[in-house]
Each structure stands twice: as structure tokens, then as C-alpha cells.
């Protein structure tokens, strides 16, 4: 906490120490005061709430949705070198392309609204949890593997008893990229299409000329993708201490 202290002091220091020097006018950048109250009075009449609420429902329907389906087929294909060999190509022509890159087709096929975005995020999560799950089921102890079979274990039980628990630490590393890479193109999903959530914000006070409330949505962003990182952090620990393992 006391770091934390420290640095927002330096960056509000630095960030007026900018306006002085570069001698910018309010309507070009906000000083911090004027932000700060633009922070007021969007918690103060509650569209805050309202915007960060929508957006953490998609973020949460979207992410969660991509880990539990990346995280399963990342333990199948881990376990099945071939069938992996052939798909792999076609994740890696995939993988690099945007998800917004596929937004007119998800607004054609999906329409408007909550479900775009949460495409978006799912598949912004999707591909670092596959990779890291299938990596971390290539790196397991060969002896854990021997193990089940001694123990006469099935493979559906091997994978949720043996591996998962085994592969976990690495797979927590494609968790935290994949809450990074989500969070940034949930915004970006909702500057397009969406008439709501932190993105929306964003965008309507832009055209607005407000950019005092511009900046204040760009800190809400980053203050809750820091959150989101940290509840990633606390889940792997959780997780480690369950199952005697370190993250």
C-alpha cells in the first residue's frame, strides 16, 4: 500500500508537471483536479456504476466462458500429439488476427448489444489459456503419468486429477495474459458497437468535448484491469494451497 501511495503521488506529479511545462490548455488535457472531479460526479450520479456494471458483465461472461472451454480442450489436445500437430497450424494462422478484426461479422451474426462484445472477449482470452494449457500438459513429470497408470486411472479422471493439478502453475501464466488482453478489447469492443459500459464512456464524452471524464474512464480502465490481475493472483494462490502446489 505504501508503494502504491508513492506512485500515484509520482504520477500526479508528473502528469501536472506536464501541463506546466508543455503549457497545454484544459480542453487539450484535463489537469488532475478537473478529473478528479469529473470522477466525482460520475459516482455521485451513479452512471459509473451503471457503465462499470455492464462491462464486467461481459468481461466475466466472455473470460470465463474462453477459460473453462480453452482450458478443456487445451488438457485433450496436450494429451493427443498428433490431432494437436493439425490443429496447431490453424491456431497460429488465427491466433495473431484482432478480435475486432471479426467485428462486422459478430454484429451480423449476433446482432447488437451485450453478446459482440462478449465475443470479443471471448475470443481475446481464448488463445493465451489454450497455449499455455497445452504447453504446460506438454512439460508435466512423465512420472505422474505412470503413476495413474499403476493406479489403474481412467483418462477422463487422469486429466482432472493428475494433469490439471500438475499443469496449473503454467497454465495461471495464460490466466493473467488472457485477463490483460480480454480487458483492452472489451473496451475496444464497446467503442464500436456498444451504447454502454466503460468504452461507451469513453467514446460519448469524446464527442462531447468532456475530457475530463475521457481520462477519468481511461483510470476506472486501468484501475479495474489491475484488480482483475490481482483476483488472478489471489485465485492461483487459493488454488496452490488446495492442491500443495506453487504458482
Known amino acids: 500500500m505504501k508503494y502504491f501511495t508513492i506512485a500515484f503521488i509520482l504520477v500526479l506529479v508528473v502528469w501536472q508537471l506536464v501541463i506546466w511545462i508543455g503549457g497545454y490548455p ?13 470522477i466525482v460526479a460520475l459516482v455521485s450520479d451513479g452512471t459509473l456504476f451503471t457503465h462499470v456494471q455492464i462491462s464486467m458483465f461481459r468481461f466475466l461472461s466472455g473470460y470465463l466462458t474462453a477459460v473453462v472451454v480453452a482450458v478443456v480442450l487445451g488438457l485433450i489436445l496436450g494429451r493427443s500429439p498428433k490431432v ?16 475486432v478484426a471479426w467485428a462486422p461479422f459478430i454484429v451480423l451474426w449476433f446482432g447488437i448489444g451485450n453478446m459482440p462484445a462478449i465475443v470479443i472477449i471471448f475470443i481475446a482470452a481464448f488463445f493465451p ?22 493406479l489403474e486411472m481412467k483418462q477422463p479422471a487422469q486429466l482432472f486429477k493428475i494433469i490439471f493439478p500438475a499443469a496449473f502453475p503454467y497454465i495461471a501464466n495464460g490466466l493473467h ?18 451504447q454502454s459500459g466503460l468504452g461507451y464512456l469513453i ?8 475530457l ?36
Open 26 to 38: 484544459e480542453a487539450l488535457l484535463p489537469p488532475p483536479l478537473a478529473v478528479g472531479k469529473g
Open 84 to 99: 494437436w500437430a493439425i490443429v496447431d497450424p490453424v491456431i497460429q494462422v488465427l491466433r495473431p488476427v484482432a478480435p
Open 129 to 150: 489459456v489454450l497455449l499455455s494449457t497445452v504447453s504446460a500438459v506438454k512439460k508435466i513429470d512423465p512420472t505422474y503419468l505412470k503413476i495413474a497408470e499403476n
Open 177 to 194: 495474459i488472457a485477463v490483460g488482453t480480454a480487458w483492452i478489447f472489451l473496451v475496444a469492443g464497446e467503442m464500436i458497437g456498444a
Open 203 to 210: 467514446i460519448d464524452s469524446r464527442n462531447a468535448l468532456d
Open 212 to 247: 475530463d471524464l475521457v481520462l477519468a474512464g481511461i483510470i476506472f480502465i486501468g484501475v479495474l484491469g489491475l484488480l482483475l490481475d490481482k483476483a488472478i493472483g489471489l485465485f492461483e494462490r487459493w488454488v496452490g494451497r488446495q492442491w500443495g502446489v506453487q504458482g
